[in-house]
């Protein structure tokens, strides 16, 4: 669940940095003093909100593919059939009490 609480908190970082950015153009424009301080903020989130997004992003795409990697060991026979087990036959249940 964490996976995708980062994806969304870096979207909502991002959302934030653009809304600072904009508040930031005009302060420039009216010439008020806080235009320093949306610049910061605004820069500072959309840097956080795009290593949080491209992070999650990079882990879903590398467990994707440890799926695809656990699909093909389980693929099953062109029949249906589920294939047989390996068994260790030398192994006794004395050994593992």
């Known amino acids: 669940m964490l996976k995708k609480t980062r994806f969304f908190v870096g979207i909502a970082f991002m959302v934030q ?8 153009i005009t302060l420039l424009v009216k010439k008020k003093s806080l235009w320093k301080t949306f610049l910061a903020i605004g820069l500072a ?48 249940e004395a050994e593992f009490e």
């Not at 940095?17 to 930031?24: N, R």
């Not at 994707?64 to 656990?70: G, N, R, S």
């Not at 062109?78 to 030398?90: A, F, L």
């Open 17 to 24: 940095s653009f809304s600072c950015i904009v508040v930031f």
């Open 45 to 92: 989130g959309g840097a956080a909100g795009a290593y949080l997004t491209i992070g999650a992003l990079k882990h879903d795409r590398k467990f994707k593919k440890v799926l695809e990697a656990v699909d093909d060991l389980c693929d099953f026979d062109d029949d249906g059939e589920i294939p047989e087990v390996p068994v260790d036959d030398t192994a006794s």
